[in-house]
Each structure stands twice: as C-alpha cells, then as structure tokens.
C-alpha cells in the first residue's frame, strides 16, 4: 500500500528557529494530513490539506502541497521545547475508500 | 472533545496467554482502527472495522483477532501472544470515509516475555 516518506528521519534545532519536514508520496491523493505525536502518546491530528489546495495555516503551523511532485512540507515557525515531538505524514491508501497510511515520521527536538 | 480510551497503558503479559486490548469512543464514529507502532516500521494497521460486526484486515492481520460487537468498542484479540507482538498498540476512530481525521486513544505498550 502506499505511504508517505518522511524527510529527515530526524531533525534537531534551537528554540525560535523554524522547523521544516517533508513528506513525498507515490500515488493520486485527495488529502494529505499532519499528525504530531508526543513520546508515549497517541496520535494528535494537525492538519489536513486537500489536493486542490497549495498552501494551508492553522497557528504557527504551515502546510504546502505540491501534487504535480507528489510533496508536501510541513513548517512550524517560532518553535518551541514543547514542539519537540515525532511528526507523520498520512494519505488515502492506493485507491476508493481506503485507511489511511501512515509514513515513519521525522523525529523534532527542539533545544531551549 | 472527542474521546478515545484504552484499556491499559502498560500491559505485561507471558507467552501463549490470550490478550484482550479494548478500545472505547464517545463520539459515535463509524470507523474505528487497530494499528501497531515499532520503532523503525512506523505505524502500522492490523485491523478496521466500519461498522458494528464488521471488519477488515489491514495490513498485518496475522496472529490477531478483533470484535466489534457495539458501536462504540473495538477490541483487539491476541489469541496467543508471542514476544514478537510486542509493541505499543494504539486504537484510532473517524466519521465517513475510512481516509478521513482519525482519533487515537494514548496507546497501550504491550510487553510479552
């Protein structure tokens, strides 16, 4: 099934500094959506962007979606030590009405 | 506030034991997903279900079982368990289409020795 690739795998930065993830993926997608996950925890949703969108803001969160390079990024500007956190991407699977699938995630330390 | 609760955070259990994980919504979802996370492998689904008494493999299917016998709960059965089932079990629901938000629950780390 398809999933989404993260990128980097992990990502380390100071306090106020923007963070940036990528996440490329394989197949046609009518959505594509962020998921944060503090260590331990479940999933929390942050985002979702649709495919006749190209950029999207919640906060200081930041989504672009480049479907003609099956991409997208995810910017969190300002961030913060509670940003610190592991970031998935996730997409319909291959075709209809499938499940999500889920990408290994980009692993944010935020450094005060 | 949507709300998603697991049985357990921590769960120790010995090999060969048979293993109930339950999950529990309050937001009258249809769908409702068992996933297992492993370092390195990412999230990955075991089983689905979009309405009650039905289900769905996902894609690791094997060595589980699953019930939904009311809307709102979703269990995850290991008939057997085996040291290579553990893992951090996490249980998620959503409305509509299967590819639409999903809510997790806080997961429940499942050690077999």
């Known amino acids: 099934s398809q999933q989404g690739e993260e990128d980097p795998q992990a990502l380390s930065i100071q306090e106020g500094e923007n963070a940036t993830m990528n996440c490329s993926y394989k197949?046609?997608?009518?959505?594509l959506q962020w998921y944060r996950q503090n260590s331990g925890r479940g999933l929390v949703h942050l985002i979702l962007i649709r495919s006749n969108e190209r950029e999207k803001h919640s906060g200081r969160l930041r989504v672009t979606l480049d479907t003609s390079k099956k991409s997208s990024s995810l910017l969190i500007t300002a961030s913060r030590a509670a940003d610190t956190a592991s970031y998935f991407c996730a997409t319909p699977g291959n075709s209809g009405n499938t499940p999500l699938v889920f990408g290994k995630g980009t692993r944010l330390s935020v450094i005060a | 506030d949507v709300k998603v609760t697991q049985s357990s955070r921590y769960l120790v259990k010995r090999t060969g034991e048979k293993v109930f994980l339950e999950c529990v919504q309050d937001m009258d979802h249809e769908n409702m997903f068992w996933y297992r996370q492993d370092p390195g492998l990412g999230l990955r689904l075991i089983y689905f279900?979009?309405?009650?008494?039905?289900?769905e493999k996902g894609d690791i299917p094997e060595g589980y079982s699953v019930s939904r016998e009311k809307k709102e709960r979703f269990s995850l059965i290991l008939e057997s368990a085996s040291t290579n089932q553990t893992s951090m079990y996490l249980c998620?629901?959503?409305?509509?289409?299967?590819?639409?938000?999903?809510?997790f629950g806080p997961g429940t780390r499942l050690t077999v020795l």
């Open positions: 998620a629901s959503s409305s509509g289409r299967l590819y639409n938000e999903q809510f």
């Open positions: 197949t046609s997608i009518n959505n």
């Open positions: 279900s979009y309405d009650v008494k039905m289900k």
